[in-house]
Structure formats: structure tokens, C-alpha cells
């Protein structure tokens, strides 16, 4: 049977807003599964042409699949969120890339004919499960040495980078988030954020963490606008003695979830459905897992060459902000400098906050709104590093594109 | 606000027990840029099994929290102040514990005036208040959200009521004076008044929007969310909210009239609250709500003075607990596995009793009977009622699947009981019938399997006395109609041990039956206390008093149904096979009246013909009645009545055939249909004078089910 390969688009995307994990932060008494099921109540009420039941699939990524976050949250949260039950469900995990992985999932499976439109999103509460939660490595990693000790803590990895990489300085790293703060606050102050969030009810039955009873959140807590340099150059450096990395240097530890609608380009025109990205390539890249911040950038290669594409090719990035060292490594390889305006316009993970498995689908949310304002962008990609040695890259073509003008 | 906060500090410290719901205040941003909001949350601090309520304490919480929202409303510091409940849960009402103990007029006034100077403030506010019902909605709960200026509700709510009608008041935060101002007097008088007769019944969250209390309506799963969206919008005035016009002409007197038809046809004048409630929807159709909300203060003060309301609380308890942890009971760990039911018989009721079993335990059941014939019958009938309920749609097709190839019947006891684990008997009423049944299950059931009997007058001591493991027979004694009435009488014979009395329980739980632990006195309880009732009742139509001054004699009781209606639903025939066994057992207070026997030799089925459409004694009926000389005032007949069932409870009690009056009255509520405000019976002889009277002391201490001393 002959078959055709067909073109799959980002139709829609939305988030919930970050929050800090911990007794303190806003989503402390929220459950994760609840998160998801608000993002794609809200990914439906935005595209009330869409019916329900012509969803073929619902991929859900976490990366600690235990309790709320465990039982198949793909197909739980779907029956959750009211979804018909003949749409079916599962779960995925590629830690930090576990969205993004989904979204090239389904994206997939609707390339190959399987899925005409599907959901793909992620979510990671940080609070109810704290990085590293039930972990048990192979003993073999350490005896065999397999991997170094330091693989297994990122922030290690990302002082590895630093390492390898010397011309990336403390001072880079903090004036690189620095800049994400600012670019957040003004992306905030103009509007690009809020329309792709979805309100979440909290409840705080803890005093100690602020006024009790329901709230509701509509903007990410982790933001810390107004940050100086100064502010930064104070913090610790937890990860080791003199090093480089901080908490204001690096994303928190967030509290989160995505959704994406991906679907088949026919099917989106057919139903009158938003065609915001279109998926050129995609890419996953294994490296050493002491430096996985170093992921992005054969990621990225092998992306770029599936699609024929070079660097100069590529008019917008969004990178995940792990670390800023994580994203100057990726810059000082392109030769990209650190403040171009075509990297992280609206801010990134170090301000926002980088719930693991959900950021994914928040790069291509933000690329999306980009695309839209600057038709004379014709390519842009996504990238964010991977726990353990990995990095993953898609690259997307702006339909609002109007040619070379 | 002062007097109120001193009104309510007096009032909690009455009240040290209350379980406190705290009022917490909390401010954000809403969505579209609306602005600053105030949310306030009610919660007790306890998960969803402890429903929020509000006493005095807890109003105090509000009123606090009111204080702050009222001032930064006025300061502008914010647009809007919304009210919402913790999971699951908005609030349910008053704190009835608290309304149990006020002892004075006074106090009890306070509880009203209380609740209305908190809510009111709510639409008191310098800007729009907006109520969420989140959640279970009932009584003062639901009245707090009706003071706000608009409510939305979650389509997941399950309950939602004005239930104090039901228990003996009337709604009295708001609700009588409010919701007809509402949503118009036809549909508050369905709410407040048909609903709460009707077993009280609750609304979903749909219903309450179609009814028009709730201005929008949101799915559960973000329900506070869209709810505070949609409140952005209507601050912004994206939304306009329209409310139906209210017909205040004549519509309005003609639903209150109907509410009074209702409540007379559910309880024939002999409950106050009712009335009252229907009087304050009648008042409030000049839209003067104050002197509503007045005549709600005096209307609760009166009530919760009155032996009603406390009958009503007192009943409502015993439903709620009593019935859920049957006194007497022995522990629950020794009650064995029931995994294969038998049932003996296949005619209607054993096939009722089939079906129940069927359905609740779900284990295999299997009839057996004297014929092929009878036991295709029996089976087909179970088979019909699955299909009803398919039909209807209460069960699916896989269940309906289930159910049917788990009952089956056969003639072979041996092969039907050989595994069965429970096996009840309903065969004829005939003591000799039923030892030789239970002699034949003896041969073939295992030796752990429990014998039970539905019999409702034989004894079961002496059924099982010929048999060689007489410990694990037990009386197991339903009520018609056995899927509607919950009653359930379990009968301790002489011999039964432990294991097999606490199988029972566990079985009737499982039957989701109120079961109350009986000794095996002759017919039990209800059947008891029923036939003396209504044997005084023919005692003195035989002595000559007409019929229908024997009838009217106990209207004012309210019970559901005339003493003669009673005995034409149980059939006359059944009726006086009752009279005559207990007429045995105590033949100096059970009569056998020689004009029943008459008119249940002449084949009749009752004494009323229906012909006008209304009960009238049939001619036939008359014609056979042979009457003394001796007519009595209603007055007298009552008296006679109420002292033969004070004495014969007394000695009920005396004879330890229950635990206490408790059980009586649970039995009375739950298998006889007796009304929330005689309480069953035993507060209403005490609060009539009848148990001194009769007994020379009251059933119930003073302060149970009554005003405390």
C-alpha cells in the first residue's frame, strides 16, 4: 500500500501558569494530574471546532510517573478532563524533553497516516515530586564507570559545561539571566504570555505560605523581575565550591503543565482549526551525560541536516533556560551572540521556570506567537538539553511566512 | 457591627462544642484585567466526611471577614467579593448540635437574628458579591448564597436543599423570603416545601440552574475557574444578567396555596413548620425583605422551642446514626462471607427477596419450591424486574448480563444449597411448614450456612428448635414493599450465637437496610406496636363508635395514612392473622375484633370504596359492621389509642424486646413510614403527657427529642 508522508502542524498551545515548588509555592496543594486536565479543558474551549471525539490521541509526558503523575496520565487525564472515552491515552517520559518527545510522538503518527489530530503535553509538579523521587540507578553506572557520579545532578553537569567551555564565564551566565528577566517582564508587560495560559483555582490550607482559602493564579510565580546583576553576583553556588552556577543563573524548581493540539495539515483546514507551526524536522541526540547540557547542539545538527537547512537558516530560537551555560554553549557554537534578538524573545526557563516534562510545549507556544508577529521569519526551532547525556531539537516553518520581501 | 459580634459571642459560648468553620479571605487578580477580588472560603478545617456548618462561632468568622471585604470594598480596593466552599462542599447549613441545646426563647431568637445580620451584609457591600456553590449545598448554605447578587454552580454538584422543613423549621436565613423573590413563589415553593415533605429531596447542580437560582452553571472539573472568569466579565459588563419577571398578582397566592395543598397531603396539618415557611412565601410577595426576614427570626424561635422541630432532629439522628450502627449489634469481624444465597419459595415475596439479594450482594442466588412450575415463575420474575431496570436505564446491559445468569432455580435442594452460605426461607405462614422446611435445608446446606426466616409473626426460637444447629437461625424480617420500605428486623432467637447475628448485620448492610436487633417476642416490633394501634382503633368502632370518628381521632398525628387505609395496604386478611397471634401471646391487651373477621370471611379487601374519589365506607362493608352503644369523642378515642400503644411500648421496653425507645421509634420511622415530628412515637407520647399518663415516666429523658430541662 503506497503511502504519503503528511505534513503535520502545531495547531494551538496553552500552560497553565508556572509555579514555585515547595509548601510555599502556589501550586503546593494542587494536584498534577488537575493541571493537566485545566490545559486541555483550556486547549478545547479555545478551539470549539474541534469535536472531541475526532482526537485520536492524548500523550501526556511526565518524568516522575508516581502518584498523580503516574496511573497512565495520558488516559487518566483525558477521562479527567471529560474527553469522549473512546479517545485513548498514555504517558512518556524523556525527563526535561518529555513534551517536546510527545509532540514529535503524535507528530509522528500523524506523518505516518495513525493520528489525524492529537494532544501532546506534559506536566512535572516539582513539589509533590522532588526531583530524583524513587530513583534507583544500576549500581554498574558507578562501578563500571559508566557515567560519572556528577551525571546524575544537573547542576553538576551544568558546572562541567563551564568546564569544558572556560570562555563561558560566571559573569556571561549571570548577565545571560539577567536579560531573561528583562525579556520576560516586558513580554509580560505587552501580553505575549498571558493569552496562552489558562487560570488554575488553588487552594492553601497553610498560613505560613500567605492568605488561606481559593485563589486563583493567572501569572507564573517563579518570574523575579527587576533582577540586577548585582542580585545575581550574591547567590550561592550550590552545586559546588566557587563554581558558576546559581540559582539565579539556572531555572527552578517548578510546578506545571502543557497542552498542544499537533494534527495532520489537511485536517486542521478541513476543520477550520489554526495552523501556527509547521513541523520541518526533528531531532534527538545522545552526548556525555557529565556535560548533557551540551545536548542541544548535535540535536540540533542532525535537525538542521534532515532538513537542509543550515544555522542562518533558522530566523528564531527558542532554547531552554536549564542554564544559562547551556544556552551560551549552544550560542558559542552557532556563533550566535548572547543577546541576539532572535534567541529567547519573550524570556526563558530562568525567569518562567522550567517544570520538567511541560516546558517543551512552552517553546513551541512562544514560537508560535512569534511567528505570527514576524511573517518574515521563515524557520525556527526549539531545543532544550535532556537529563542523562541528551539534547532535542524540532524545527518548525511559519506558515504566516511571506516570503523574502 | 458590634451588637452583632457580641450577639454571637453570647451565643458560642452556649455552644462550646461547635465544630468551627473559619472564614478565610483571600485576594487576586482576576482574569481579563477585571481587577482586585476578594474570595472568601468556608472550611472547617475537616475533609469532605465533615461538611461545613455554620454555628455561632463560625458566623462570627464571617461576620470578621465580612468586616474586612466590607471595608476594602469600600475603600476600593476591590471590585468584587466572591464566597465559596473547601472540595466538595459549599456549606450545609446550621449546626443542628447548636440548635439542640438552646433552652430559651431568647437564645433561640438569636440564632435567627445571627444568621440574617451576617448574610445581609453580603448584599449590603459597596460592590457586587458573588457566590460559587462549589459543592453539597443545603439550609443556611444555600441562603447564604442567595443574599449574594449573583451564584453560579458547579453541574458536579450532587445535593442541594432547603431541607428545613423537612427537620421542623423553616428556612430562616433568607431562604423563605429570598428565593421566592428569586425565582418566582411557584418554584421556591416546590424547593422550600415539596422537596423537603419529599423525603427530602435534593437538587443537582442543573437543576438548580434551570430552576434559576444559579446564574451560570460550570462543569466541575474548573469550575472555580470559569467561574471567576465569567465574574470578570460581568464586572466589566461584558454580561448582562437577566432574571425572569416575577408575577406578584394572583400566581404568587396560587402557588402558596398549592404548597399548602402539599403540605396537607403529606402531613395532614399536624406539623407546624410547613405552614409557616408557606405563611413567610405568602408575606414576601410584597418584596419587603426585612419583614421577612423578621417574621423568619420568629418563626425559628417558635419552632425551635417546639417539640416538633426537636422530634424532627431527633428522628433525622436516628436515620443518620442509629440506623448505620444498629444497637446491640454483635462485632462486626465475626460476621462470615456470604457468597451463595438460597432462597426457600418462589412465590412473590420470596422472589422480592431474590431480586434484593441479587442485586445488592451479587453473589449467585438460587429459588427453590415445590414445582417446576412455581420455580420458572419465581426466576422469571427476577429475570422481568432486571429487564425494568435496564429498560429504565438504572442498570446496563453487562450488569443486567450478570445479574440474570447469577439466579437460578431448582427443585433439588440439595443441589441449589449445597454451597450456599445464607439461605432465607419465605413460605407459607405455618410454624410446622417452616421447621420441616428448615429440617430439609439442614440436611444439605453446609453446617456454617445461616437459616434465616422472613416470618413476621411466627417465633424463631421455635422454628429452629428441632433443628441440630439451632445457634445460626435468625429472623430476618423485611417490610412491604420490601424494595422501598428500609426497615429491616433482625430476630435473636433463643440460640443464636454471635457469628451467625453478626453475618445477619453484615448482610443487611450490604442490603443497604436499616436493621434493628429484636428479641423473638411475638411480632417483633412495628407489627406489634401497629396491630395494638390499630386494634384499639377497631376496638372501639366494635363498641359502637362511628368509623369515621375513629378515623379522624388520630388525624391530627399526621401519619401517613389512616389506621383503615393502613389495613386495606396490608389486606385484612394478613391484618387479622396478626391480631389473632398476638391476641395468643397476650390475649389481655390484643383483641380479635369479631367485625374484621366478618368483613375478611366476606372476601372484602377493605372498608372504603373509592368510588367519589375519596375513601367511603364501602355499603357492604357497613352492612356487615355489628356495633355496640358505647360513642366516643375523638378526644376519648385518641386518648385510648395513644395510651394502648405508651403501654404497650412500655412493656415492650420492659420485656427487652429492643434496646431502647431509640429502636422503637427507628423501627416505626423506617418500617411503618411514622413522621420526623412525632419522632417516631416516643416523643410525641412524652411531649403529649401520654407516657406519664400510662407509665407513670416519659419514654425519653427531658432534652431528647425536647427542649432540655
Known amino acids: ?405 | 457591627m458590634s451588637t452583632t459580634a457580641e450577639l454571637l459571642k453570647q451565643a458560642s459560648e452556649l455552644f462550646p462544642d461547635e465544630v468551627v468553620t473559619v472564614a478565610h479571605v483571600r485576594h487576586f487578580d482576576l482574569p481579563l484585567g477585571a481587577g482586585r477580588f476578594a474570595l472568601i472560603t468556608l472550611d472547617n478545617g475537616h475533609d469532605h466526611t465533615k461538611p461545613t456548618t455554620f454555628g455561632p462561632a463560625s458566623l462570627a468568622n464571617l461576620n470578621t471577614a465580612i468586616d474586612q471585604v466590607e471595608k476594602e470594598a469600600a475603600d476600593g480596593e476591590i471590585i468584587g467579593v466572591g464566597i465559596t466552599g473547601k472540595p466538595f462542599i459549599f456549606a450545609v447549613g446550621a449546626d443542628l448540635k447548636g440548635v439542640e441545646i438552646l433552652k430559651e426563647y431568647e437564645h433561640a431568637l438569636a440564632i435567627g437574628k445571627g444568621g440574617h445580620e451576617v448574610f445581609k451584609r453580603l448584599s449590603q457591600l459597596a460592590v457586587p458579591t458573588f457566590a460559587y456553590y462549589n459543592g453539597a449545598a443545603m439550609g443556611g448554605g444555600v441562603e447564604v448564597g442567595l443574599h449574594c447578587t449573583y451564584r453560579t454552580v458547579s453541574a458536579a454538584l450532587p445535593a442541594f436543599s432547603l431541607p428545613e422543613v423537612f427537620l421542623g423549621l423553616v428556612p430562616g436565613w433568607g431562604g423563605c423570603t429570598l428565593l421566592p423573590n428569586l425565582i418566582g413563589p411557584e418554584k421556591a415553593v416546590s424547593v422550600i416545601i415539596e422537596n423537603s415533605l419529599n423525603q427530602n429531596k435534593q437538587l443537582k447542580g442543573k437543576q438548580v440552574y434551570e430552576l434559576g437560582i444559579a446564574d451560570a452553571i460550570f462543569e466541575g472539573a474548573d469550575f472555580l475557574e470559569q467561574s471567576l472568569i465569567w465574574t470578570a466579565a460581568v464586572l466589566k459588563g461584558e454580561l448582562e444578567i437577566e432574571r425572569p419577571v416575577i408575577d406578584r398578582g394572583e400566581a404568587w397566592d396560587q402557588a402558596v396555596a398549592k404548597g399548602r395543598f402539599i403540605a396537607d397531603s403529606k402531613v395532614h396539618g399536624a406539623a407546624p413548620a410547613a405552614y409557616r415557611a408557606l405563611d413567610i412565601i405568602a408575606a414576601a410577595k410584597n418584596g419587603d425583605l426585612q419583614q421577612g426576614y423578621d417574621a423568619e427570626d420568629k418563626a425559628l424561635a417558635d419552632l425551635i422551642m417546639g417539640g416538633e422541630l426537636r422530634s424532627g432532629i431527633y428522628a433525622f439522628n436516628l436515620v443518620q446514626k442509629r440506623g448505620k450502627r444498629p444497637a446491640g449489634a454483635p462485632d462486626k469481624s465475626l460476621a462470615r462471607p456470604v457468597t451463595k444465597v438460597g432462597v426457600v419459595g418462589a412465590g412473590l415475596m420470596a422472589s422480592q427477596l431474590a431480586l434484593l439479594f441479587l442485586r445488592r450482594l451479587e453473589v449467585p442466588v438460587v429459588l427453590t419450591d415445590i414445582d417446576q412450575e412455581r420455580v420458572d415463575k419465581g426466576v422469571g420474575y427476577v429475570h422481568a424486574e432486571i429487564d425494568k431496570l435496564l429498560g429504565k436505564g438504572r442498570i446496563n446491559q453487562d450488569k443486567a448480563n450478570r445479574l440474570k445468569a447469577l439466579v437460578s432455580g431448582v427443585l433439588d435442594k440439595a443441589e441449589g444449597f449445597a454451597d450456599a452460605d445464607f439461605i432465607i426461607e419465605a413460605v407459607f405462614e405455618e410454624i410446622g411448614v417452616k421447621q420441616q422446611v428448615f429440617a430439609e435445608v439442614e440436611a444439605v446446606a453446609p453446617a456454617h450456612a445461616i437459616l434465616a426466616t422472613n416470618t413476621s409473626s411466627l417465633s424463631v426460637s421455635e422454628m429452629a428448635s428441632k433443628l441440630k444447629n439451632p445457634e445460626r437461625v435468625v429472623g430476618f424480617h423485611f417490610f412491604n414493599p420490601v424494595a422501598v420500605l428500609p426497615l429491616l428486623e433482625i430476630v435473636r432467637g433463643e440460640k443464636t450465637d454471635d457469628a451467625s447475628l453478626a453475618t445477619a448485620f453484615a448482610v443487611a448492610k450490604k442490603l443497604k437496610k436499616t436493621a434493628v436487633l429484636t428479641k423473638d417476642a411475638p411480632a417483633f416490633v412495628v407489627n406489634r406496636i401497629l396491630t395494638r394501634f390499630m386494634g384499639e382503633i377497631q376496638n372501639v368502632i366494635d363498641e359502637g363508635t362511628p368509623v369515621e370518628v375513629a378515623e379522624k381521632a388520630v388525624e391530627p398525628l399526621g401519619l401517613p395514612m389512616s389506621p383503615l387505609v393502613l389495613l386495606e395496604l396490608v389486606g385484612p386478611a394478613i391484618g387479622l392473622h396478626v391480631s389473632e397471634t398476638l391476641n395468643r401471646a397476650f390475649p389481655d391487651r390484643f383483641t380479635v375484633s369479631p367485625n374484621l373477621a366478618a368483613v375478611v370471611k366476606a372476601g372484602k379487601r377493605g372498608f372504603y370504596v373509592y368510588d367519589s374519589g375519596k375513601p367511603e365506607l364501602d355499603p357492604e362493608v357497613a352492612a356487615l359492621l355489628k356495633q355496640g352503644d358505647t360513642v366516643l369523642t375523638e378526644e376519648q378515642v385518641r386518648d385510648r389509642v395513644l395510651d394502648a400503644v405508651a403501654q404497650e411500648i412500655g412493656i415492650m421496653l420492659d420485656e427487652g424486646v429492643v434496646a431502647e425507645a431509640q429502636d422503637i421509634d427507628l423501627c416505626l420511622i423506617t418500617g411503618a413510614g411514622w413522621p420526623f415530628h412525632l419522632g417516631g412515637i416516643t416523643p410525641y407520647l412524652d411531649r403529649e403527657g401520654v407516657s406519664e399518663r400510662v407509665n407513670g415516666k416519659r419514654f425519653l429523658a427531658q432534652g431528647v427529642a425536647s427542649v432540655p430541662a
Open chain 1, 1 to 405: 500500500m503506497p503511502r504519503t508522508v503528511r505534513d503535520v502542524v502545531f495547531v494551538d498551545g496553552v500552560r497553565t501558569p508556572f509555579g514555585k515548588a515547595g509548601p510555599k509555592g502556589i501550586y503546593h496543594e494542587t494536584r498534577a494530574d488537575d493541571l493537566v486536565v485545566k490545559a486541555i479543558r483550556e486547549l478545547l474551549r479555545r478551539n470549539p471546532g474541534l469535536d472531541p471525539k475526532k482526537i485520536d490521541e492524548v500523550a501526556i509526558a511526565a518524568t516522575t510517573q508516581i502518584g498523580d503523575q503516574g496511573l497512565t496520565i495520558g488516559r487518566t487525564a483525558g477521562i479527567l478532563a471529560g474527553l469522549p472515552q473512546s479517545v485513548p491515552g498514555y504517558s512518556i517520559d524523556r525527563m526535561c524533553a518529555g513534551a517536546l518527545t510527545a509532540v514529535t510522538s503524535v507528530a509522528g503518527s500523524v506523518a505516518f497516516g495513525a493520528y489525524d489530530i492529537a494532544i501532546a503535553g506534559g506536566v512535572e509538579h516539582m513539589g509533590r515530586h522532588p526531583m530524583g523521587e524513587g530513583v534507583d540507578p544500576n549500581p554498574r553506572f558507578v562501578s563500571e564507570k559508566l557515567v560519572d557520579e556528577s551525571a546524575l545532578f544537573m547542576g553538576m553537569t551544568a558546572e562541567n559545561l563551564h568546564d569544558r567551555y572556560p570562555q563561558i564565564t560566571k559573569l556571561r551566565a549571570d548577565e545571560y539571566a539577567v536579560r531573561s528577566q528583562e525579556k520576560a517582564a516586558k513580554a509580560y508587560a505587552n501580553g505575549k504570555i498571558q493569552a496562552d495560559l489558562v487560570p488554575v483555582s488553588v487552594r492553601r490550607t497553610n498560613a505560613e505560605a500567605g492568605e488561606t482559602g481559593w485563589g486563583l493564579v493567572t501569572a507564573d510565580e517563579p518570574m523575579r523581575p527587576g533582577t540586577t546583576l548585582e542580585n545575581l553576583q550574591g547567590l550561592k553556588t550550590p552545586f559546588r565550591v566557587h563554581g558558576r552556577v546559581t540559582a539565579g543563573n539556572a531555572a527552578g524548581l517548578n510546578d506545571g503543565a502543557t497542552a498542544s493540539l499537533i494534527a495532520s495539515e489537511e485536517f486542521a483546514r478541513e476543520n477550520d482549526l489554526p495552523v501556527k507551526m509547521r513541523l520541518v524536522s526533528y531531532s534527538f541526540a545522545g552526548v556525555e551525560p557529565e556535560v548533557m547540557g551540551y545536548g542541544p547542539i548535535p540535536a540540533t545538527e542532525k535537525a538542521l541536516a534532515q532538513a537542509g537547512l543550515s544555522i542562518s537558516d533558522i530566523g528564531l530560537f527558542e532554547i531552554n533556560e536549564a542554564f544559562a551555560v547551556q544556552v551560551l554553549a549552544f550560542l558559542d557554537h552557532y556563533g550566535i551572540a548572547d543577546d541576539d534578538e532572535r534567541v529567547n524573545q519573550y524570556g526563558g526557563a530562568i525567569a518562567f521556570g522550567h517544570p520538567l516534562a511541560s516546558s517543551g510545549v512552552r517553546l513551541m507556544t512562544q514560537l508560535a506567537r512569534q511567528f505570527e508577529e514576524q511573517p518574515h521569519v521563515r524557520y525556527g526551532l526549539t531545543t532544550m538539553c535532556v537529563g542523562f547525556g541528551m539534547g532535542a531539537t524540532v524545527i518548525w516553518e511559519n506558515p504566516h511566512f511571506e516570503g523574502d520581501k
